[in-house]
């Protein structure tokens, strides 16, 4: 069943948030401010550490908003994500500029690379907080990409608010030749993953 309790995204991720609405969960948008510099290389780790930051980052402003108030010991959940693209073990982040995404869907293409997103939700049930972190594991095969397709695509701007500077669910996809895994997990939040670890935390199945 989806939750009626209150949701909070710590994201201000469009494509988290249309994965979100697309299968019913009412929720409010509060981004996270915390630091995000790691050291961690190992992708799993690097999305796990970051949305555990994320969600506790947000998790803490929640309750200093409502310390003294009627809301203080009403239940609540934040649910924070963070996405990598990898590439051989190598992790491809958002482009800093357009030569830096043409060199990453260079690398890309007729490659197979992971996509890694972690989640961590952090459930305030009026007493107490448990917290749950996991991640999910997505192969993507891209077709080979000629020099011009490269260019055509990045000429629509979409590649640059991205990891691997690509989106699957845009133009993107037209390069993808097949993926092993959720495809919600490469957009930005594996949906079906986050509903059971949800229903297990809030009912225990």
């Given at each position: 069943?989806?939750?009626?309790?209150?949701?909070?995204?710590?994201?201000?991720?469009?494509?988290?948030?249309?994965?979100?609405?697309?299968?019913?969960?009412?929720?409010?948008?509060?981004?996270s401010?915390?630091?995000?510099?790691?050291?961690?290389?190992?992708?799993?780790?690097?999305?796990?550490?970051?949305?555990?930051?994320?969600?506790?980052?947000?998790?803490?402003?929640?309750?200093?908003?409502?310390?003294?108030?009627?809301?203080?010991?009403?239940?609540?959940?934040?649910?924070?994500?963070?996405?990598?693209?990898?590439?051989?073990?190598?992790?491809?982040?958002?482009?800093?500029?357009?030569?830096?995404?043409?060199?990453?869907?260079?690398?890309?293409?007729?490659?197979?690379?992971n996509?890694?997103?972690?989640?961590?939700?952090?459930?305030?049930?009026?007493?107490?907080?448990?917290?749950?972190?996991?991640?999910?594991?997505?192969?993507?095969?891209?077709y080979?990409?000629?020099?011009?397709?490269?260019?055509?695509?990045l000429?629509?701007?979409?590649?640059?608010?991205?990891?691997?500077?690509?989106?699957?669910?845009?133009?993107?996809?037209?390069?993808?030749?097949?993926?092993?895994?959720?495809?919600?997990?490469?957009?930005?939040?594996?949906?079906?993953?986050?509903?059971?670890?949800?229903?297990?935390?809030?009912?225990?199945?």
């Amino acid at each position: 069943m989806v939750t009626q309790i209150p949701i909070i995204l710590a994201s201000n991720s469009p494509r988290r948030k249309e994965l979100l609405e697309r299968v019913g969960y009412t929720f409010t948008v509060m981004p996270s401010d915390c630091d995000e510099a790691t050291d961690i290389r190992f992708p799993k780790d690097m999305v796990m550490e970051l949305a555990g930051r994320k969600a506790e980052n947000v998790y803490k402003k929640v309750c200093t908003d409502r310390a003294g108030t009627e809301a203080e010991t009403q239940p609540f959940i934040v649910i924070g994500s963070d996405t990598v693209v990898a590439l051989n073990g190598r992790i491809l982040g958002k482009p800093v500029d357009y030569d830096d995404a043409y060199n990453t869907l260079n690398s890309l293409s007729g490659q197979t690379h992971n996509v890694y997103t972690g989640v961590s939700i952090m459930y305030y049930d009026g007493e107490k907080c448990r917290t749950k972190t996991f991640y999910e594991n997505t192969e993507v095969t891209f077709y080979p990409m000629t020099h011009e397709e490269i260019v055509g695509y990045l000429a629509t701007g979409d590649p640059f608010d991205k990891a691997g500077s690509y989106g699957i669910q845009t133009q993107g996809g037209l390069f993808v030749k097949g993926i092993k895994g959720s495809y919600d997990n490469v957009v930005g939040l594996p949906l079906s993953r986050l509903y059971h670890e949800l229903n297990e935390m809030l009912y225990g199945q």
